[in-house]
């Protein structure tokens, strides 16, 4: 099994200590986290695409290749890049460019994204929402299958007449092309009809109910003769800490923090501390805790769910840089060599 970690790159107030952290330090910060996650042997690292004041990363290619040069083994992935709003042939060059940069280790992830403000800012409408990517993403799997590519064009795509787009990806010029979903019964059913590895993200609930939608992803791909490409990640929410106690309580005050603006922008109420230890439970959807406890939370429910990576966004909101380079150490050194001994 791989473990990984992804962030956006938050920026604002660290709520414990009032520090403002602006762009360039949280990128300088990152560049060291990416560094340390790939030294004590993490699998992967994935950063996501926002366009809002409150986040570092709206270019996750450039932020990925600053680090391509001071990792060796660890895997650079977009996590996710908004497909919707981006040009296809750009963001295939993109990650085949930071492919050949760190000799093979690139990855894409492309979903619809969280956030619609790259849609106006770019020129698209809303009302494409689902066309949009749809149409990119039948392209992009076309770029990524052929050196020529030759595309009818649609309405949200150009036509291309047997043009080369390169650079290509090392090796046989194809890149893993994994695609985001958040837990619709059509989503997973057209991840598997492609043959596409599935990220799912689970932010919020029982982890458990995402059970019979990883199976409608599986049936799906059997059905359609890529049962051999299906592979599941979940992406979560987490922490890890040699205490479990000093863990829950370092990540709570920056998380609650960036999902009480989430419900304020959406309707959520404010989030409790009763709530949050309550989801930190075997059963709840925060993966926070001591090394012991994040071994047993993710094989328990890889019982259920049959996935095959973790990747968890430990950076959410302003921590210490400190402390979050402890966590991955802690991360890289327990709990992934427990998951690697249970296969």
């Known amino acids: 099994m791989e473990l990984g970690l992804y962030t956006f790159g938050d920026v604002g107030t660290n709520p414990v200590t009032g520090e403002k952290i602006d762009a360039q330090a949280r990128l300088q910060n990152l560049m060291e986290e990416i560094e340390l996650a ?16 409150n986040y570092a990363i709206s270019s996750p290619a450039t932020v990925l290749a600053g680090a391509a040069r001071t990792t060796k083994r660890i895997k ?19 990650y085949a460019t930071l492919d050949n940069l760190t000799g093979g280790r690139a990855e894409m992830m492309v979903g619809r994204g969280s956030f619609i403000e790259s849609f106006p800012l770019f020129g698209y409408a809303l009302d494409d929402y689902n066309e949009l990517f749809e149409e990119k993403l039948s392209m992009l799997m076309a770029i990524n299958e052929y050196e020529a590519l030759k595309w009818p064009g649609t309405t ?14 090392t090796g046989d010029g194809r890149l893993p092309l994994w695609i985001a979903a958040g837990g619709t019964p059509q989503s997973m ?3 598997g009809a ?11 609930g029982q982890p458990r109910r995402f059970a019979p939608l990883a199976a409608l992803y599986r049936k799906a791909a059997a059905q359609t003769g890529h049962a051999e490409q299906a592979r599941v990640s ?6 890890v800490g040699e205490d479990s106690q000093r863990a829950a309580d370092l990540f709570f005050p920056a998380q ?3 999902m009480d603006q989430l419900g304020r922008e959406r309707g959520w109420p404010p989030q409790s501390r009763a709530q949050y230890d309550e989801s930190m439970s075997r059963e709840g959807s925060m993966f926070v805790g001591s090394p012991a406890q994040l071994v047993d939370k993710i094989l328990g429910l890889r019982e259920d769910l049959g996935f095959d990576r973790v990747t968890i966004q430990m950076a959410i909101g302003v921590i210490e840089h400190s402390e979050m380079l402890r966590a991955i150490e802690v991360l890289g050194t327990k709990v992934a060599p427990e998951l690697r001994k249970a296969g």
Do not use: C, M, W
């Open 76 to 94: 650079l992935s977009s996590a996710v890049t908004v497909l919707s709003s981006d040009d296809p042939i750009r963001v295939y060059q993109q």
């Open 234 to 239: 979940l992406n979560v929410h987490g922490f």
């Open 38 to 53: 790939d030294q004590v042997g993490l699998d992967v690292f994935g950063l996501g695409e926002h366009h809002r004041p």
């Open 256 to 258: 609650k923090q960036v």
């Open 194 to 204: 492609l043959g596409l590895p599935l990220a799912l993200a689970i932010i919020g």
């Open 189 to 191: 059913v057209r991840a």
């Open 156 to 169: 949200h795509t150009p036509a291309v007449e047997g043009a080369g787009v390169y650079p290509r990806a």
